[in-house]
């Protein structure tokens, strides 16, 4: 398996997981927010949407223009829109030679402003890596709403709960 292919069959692995993520905040809840320097729940999940974008511009342009949220109706319009671009950059992703996976220097802007160059690999598992870490910052969201935490990496305590019951009956 190339390091190409790991980071597709990761970033297909983690897609459920983070639609899960992304259903257990109902919507009446979006817009709470821990600390006023916090992005409220909604912002988190419009701008873990734009990833998948932002790599489609990456590998159709040579460039990320980092994308401002875009703001969405529901949660059906966020959940549909990221995976139908996640599916674009799967295919896209496919035609990319190791050359453009290795050796390409793509420079990521935001708001203009250029930060850094790095090759396509690299963009790939940042953006995947910062869907991890803001999918960690939405989890700890839950509970303060009265949400039951959605499984993502492994049994939370309301499963463990669960599965203790069934085994005290």
Known sequence: MTNKEYFINRWNYELPITENA????PENGWEYKPHPKNRCAREIVEHLVGHPQD????????VINHRNMTPYKSLDDIITSYKKDTALLMKKLETVNEEQW?????PFLVYGMHLYNLPLRDHCYQLLFDTVHHRGQLST???PNGIV?????GATAETVEEMMAKINK
């Open 22 to 25: 992304f259903r257990a905040f």
């Open 55 to 62: 790599l489609i511009e990456a590998i159709d342009a040579g």
């Open 102 to 106: 290795d050796k390409s220097d793509i």
């Open 141 to 143: 969201y839950y509970r």
């Open 149 to 153: 935490n959605p499984v993502i990496y």
